[in-house]
């Protein structure tokens, strides 16, 4: 079944942790992106990445880090959390995001975290 | 720099009625539109998407949304709404210079009832 699957899909930690949240696809997607959802503000792009090892910010990108080593894979990455992250975040892929070739994206279930 | 505005937070609607939920951009350059609909606790699916062509889009579950250039809108409507597109809505923007990045609006939440 083709899917973006995301992990956690709950988190619950205390500023400062590091944590990872990964996003996978298995539809050999060029494209991937993180946004974040917060009451009345509706997404926000975080980091998005065109294909393997390039990546650039969103709207929002400010402590966050994204990697993309392998097409599957697109973690997003907290290195010091604070509670101002607290939202609900999700992954989306596409085959392209390129103008008259936009696909349409795909979006994963959703991580909700919680930052104490 | 461009900007969605979605003029409703919320829209309720009797079943069966028509429904229309608004949709406004801010850009000085040609963009790509495009509504998405979240049922409750799940993620995003594309409605319906506007990159060319012919100004009236037609999406899934019979929603429709017209591209108005002048008065640089996309009101996604649907003549006869059902419980099943009780969702949230949201209309985004990306721009033909930079179409990886994406604009989301706030979102409508649409409710409909009995």
């Known amino acids: 079944e083709a899917q973006v699957t995301q992990n956690p899909r709950y988190l619950i930690t205390v500023t400062g942790k590091k944590l990872t949240v990964t996003c996978s696809q298995n539809m050999n997607h060029e494209y991937m992106s993180w946004y974040r959802q917060d009451p009345g503000l509706g997404l926000r792009q975080i980091y998005y990445?065109?294909?393997?090892?390039?990546?650039d910010k969103g709207d929002v990108p400010e402590g966050y880090k994204v990697s993309r080593k392998e097409k599957r894979n697109f973690p997003l990455i907290l290195e010091s959390p604070s509670p101002n992250q607290t939202s609900l975040y999700f992954c989306?892929?596409?085959?392209?995001?390129?103008?008259?070739?936009?696909?349409?994206?795909?979006f994963g279930p959703g991580t909700r975290l919680t930052v104490l | 720099a461009q900007s969605v505005t979605q003029l409703d937070s919320q829209v309720p609607v009797f079943e069966e009625a028509p429904v229309e939920l608004r949709c406004n951009y801010s850009?000085?350059?040609?963009?790509?539109l495009f509504w998405y609909v979240q049922y409750p606790n799940q993620g995003l699916q594309l409605l319906l998407k506007y990159l060319s062509g012919s100004t009236l889009v037609k999406g899934i579950n019979g929603f429709e949304a017209e591209f108005n250039k002048s008065q640089t809108s996309f009101h996604l409507r649907k003549p006869s709404v059902h419980i099943s597109d009780t969702a949230e809505y949201f209309c985004a923007v990306s721009l033909y210079s930079s179409a990886s990045k994406i604009i989301f609006g706030s979102g409508t939440r649409l409710s409909i009832r009995p």
């Open positions: 850009s000085s350059v040609s963009v790509y």
């Open positions: 989306a892929s596409s085959l392209w995001m390129k103008g008259l070739r936009t696909d349409t994206q795909y």
């Open positions: 990445s065109m294909n393997v090892e390039v990546t």
